[in-house]
């Protein structure tokens, strides 16, 4: 893959890379070879399809660039770009991008929003500007602060900075990992990428399991919970750290936080008051999110979240905008939202486009969706967000917004309502623990079982929690895995991210936009969306709207009837249909997995009794196999881990992935 260096040269270093699809490789010695990079290139394709560049640096001999990959052959760093055109849509806005001395060199995926006041700041400054959007004006704000840009920055980035000041090449990542950054440290070198498949088109390896991150996948549904994924050896530079990997030594590269949310500042407003502020920060969150250059749309649940977004949108653009919103209509009445959509949409004046999908459908998109995942994926449902962005692309949109990161800075899923009453009960307030449990009761979709479980996971220790697991009937490890596999690998056969004390409920919002639900869900609305080179925007999840929300107190998110999301409900008041804020269920963009999954019994067992299926040494096939038929004749209680299993299984076998190697 790459050359050879001469023998009358010391080892140098070699990199290379893609942006809007990002890719790199690094080298000690010897210089890289055009046709790796090319080819993760073009593997990105979905991701910028309206132009792209290639730069290569040679070192002592300067920088090439230009369209073709050949300018990046025999170089020391090659950078390439895949452009998906949003803002400035000339070739003032292509990449990569250089600074007027040479010494810098930018690609970068995403959109900074606040790039209109950042440019007025610099060109105070002395910087001067010929394109109109945001790319120059990022790598101008690094060119005059370095590092500390990140600070000023509210948007959404993954990007790589050729820095011949410093010698060095220094990746970094938007405060949520809205947009994805991995890399892999070789045997004298390093890779970076922004999909796992490019990585390892550069790196020219195959595909090996991480056990850990595989026991948490299956067990837990847990994707994306650190740096590690479930190919052993990439990882995923976290959100919030920036990577600098020198040019000039072996690298040993140490991500480093730019930014740290914490529920540690408290907010000193009466609840009128924060809901009033909150409002004012999410207009002006929501109305840099509108600027585009191409159309924009949005994803519409019919939930609080979404309808946030979509009323906001109306009320800042007014009439002049042609609103489309794009909606999954799950048909079953059960999981169905149709009504809520139809509400929201009508008092929007929206254009409404509504999806349905169907478990033969699953089936037949399967490979593409899986080509766009990579990693397996936790449940059907992301199969139905996928047809979302497909039916958004076939309306003309480049751009949709939605309400993603709502549900993990305001208290909006069921469990954290067992961390709000921890919180209660480590404040001695146990009259108020105990009103809170009755009324939580009687939310929609809340047992007193569940209530127990997710008390139980932050109050009991932790020595007691495979025991309570297992009187509950949720063993750590169950009859379908191998405890064999797992009891001679390095997995960690514990659940994730336990608090040493029993946990609050702000340290519980914390762990769920760093660990748990955020991450996977952002990695799977990245490359659903991409997938059909839509960009896909998230405006409750900027720095300052997290930093307000984690430090509003506890009965503003959670109030005293057990009612998540109380203050953003008191903001939206007027501008959202009260019909949908006064929502007590939780539906969370459901597919009817288990009916989908009976009725696609023969392919279903196909899978489980593959030879791919037969070969993975975690699963155990006998138990598997019963597994299957106890949830499929309703004698189990059903969850995703059937799917988990059959994703895992055509994972492996599609992708030729090894478990040792």
Not at 135 to 154: K, N, P, Q, S
Not at 582 to 604: H, N, S, Y
Request: net charge negative.
């Amino acid at each position: 893959m790459l050359g050879d260096a001469s023998d009358r040269e010391p080892p140098r270093t070699s990199l290379a890379g893609v942006m809007c699809g990002i890719a790199g490789v690094l080298r000690t010695a010897g210089a890289i070879d055009s046709g790796p990079l090319a080819r993760s290139s073009q593997m990105l394709t979905h991701r910028g399809p309206d132009d792209h560049g290639f730069l290569g640096w040679h070192d002592g001999q300067g920088v090439r660039s230009g369209r073709e990959p050949a300018v990046v052959a025999g170089a020391r760093l090659g950078l390439a770009h895949r452009r998906l055109s949003i803002l400035d849509l000339t070739t003032a806005g292509r990449q990569p991008m250089s600074s007027a001395d040479g010494t810098l060199h930018l690609v970068y995926n995403g959109e900074i929003y606040n790039f209109r006041e950042l440019r007025r700041e610099l060109q105070t400054l002395g910087h001067s500007f010929v394109s109109s959007g945001d790319t120059e004006v990022l790598l101008a704000a690094y060119t005059e602060w370095g590092l500390a840009a990140l600070d000023r920055v509210i948007g959404m980035f993954a990007f790589a900075v050729l820095d011949l000041r410093a010698r060095a090449l220094v990746l970094a990542r938007d405060h949520f990992g809205i947009k994805p950054l991995y890399y892999q440290v070789l045997e004298g070198g390093f890779a970076f990428a922004s999909e796992v498949g490019a990585l390892l088109e550069l790196s020219g390896q195959r595909p090996v399991v991480d056990p850990v991150a595989l026991y948490h996948y299956l067990r837990f549904g847990l994707t994306d919970h650190g740096p590690a994924t479930l190919v052993r050896g990439v990882c995923q530079l976290p959100a919030a750290h920036h990577l600098t990997v020198p040019l000039d030594t072996t690298p040993s590269p140490t991500p480093l936080r730019f930014w740290d949310p914490r529920p540690d500042a408290r907010v000193e407003l009466s609840f009128n008051e924060a809901a009033s502020r909150l409002r004012e920060l999410l207009l002006e969150s929501v109305g840099l999110h509108l600027r585009s250059d191409v159309p924009v749309g949005a994803a519409l649940s019919g939930g609080i979240d979404s309808s946030s977004i979509v009323m906001l949108m109306r009320h800042l653009a007014g009439n002049g905008l042609e609103l489309h919103t794009v909606s999954y209509d799950a048909e079953d009445p059960e999981l169905g939202e149709r009504r809520w959509i139809e509400i929201t949409g009508h008092a929007a004046s929206a254009r409404q486009h509504l999806v349905a999908a169907q478990p033969q459908h699953l089936v037949e998109d399967l490979e593409r969706l899986m080509e766009a995942q990579y990693e397996p994926f936790i449940s059907t449902s992301i199969y139905a967000q996928y047809c979302v962005f497909r039916a958004a692309a076939a309306a003309g949109l480049k751009v949709m917004l939605d309400g993603q990161g709502a549900d993990e800075l305001l208290g909006g899923y069921r469990h954290h309502l067992a961390a709000r009453l921890v919180s209660l009960l480590r404040r001695g307030q146990l009259a108020a623990a105990a009103r809170l449990w009755r009324r939580s009761r009687r939310l929609p979709g809340v047992a007193d079982s569940d209530l127990l479980a997710w008390l139980g996971f932050h109050v009991l220790p932790e020595l007691l929690h495979g025991a309570a697991r297992r009187l509950a009937g949720r063993p750590l490890v169950p009859a379908w895995l191998d405890a064999g596999w797992l009891s001679q690998c390095p997995a960690t056969v514990s659940p994730l991210h336990r608090s040493s004390t029993p946990a609050a409920l702000g340290e519980v919002l914390v762990a769920s936009l760093e660990r748990t639900s955020l991450p996977m869900l952002l990695r799977y609305e990245d490359r659903d969306s991409m997938a059909f080179s839509i960009e896909s925007r998230v405006p409750f999840l900027t720095p300052q709207l997290a930093d307000f929300m984690l430090a509003l107190p506890e009965h503003y998110i959670i109030d005293d009837s057990g009612t998540g999301k109380a203050v953003l409900r008191a903001a939206m008041r007027g501008l959202v249909p009260d019909e949908v804020l006064d929502r007590r269920d939780k539906v969370g963009f459901a597919t009817p997995e288990q009916r989908w999954l009976v009725e696609l019994t023969p392919w279903v067992e196909q899978v489980l009794s593959s030879e791919a299926a037969l070969a993975i040494p975690a699963l155990s096939h006998s138990g598997l196999l019963q597994e299957w038929h106890a949830v499929a004749t309703g004698r189990r209680r059903f969850d995703s881990h059937i799917w988990r299993c059959l994703n895992l299984i055509r994972w492996v076998e599609r992708c030729s992935v090894r478990f040792e190697d």
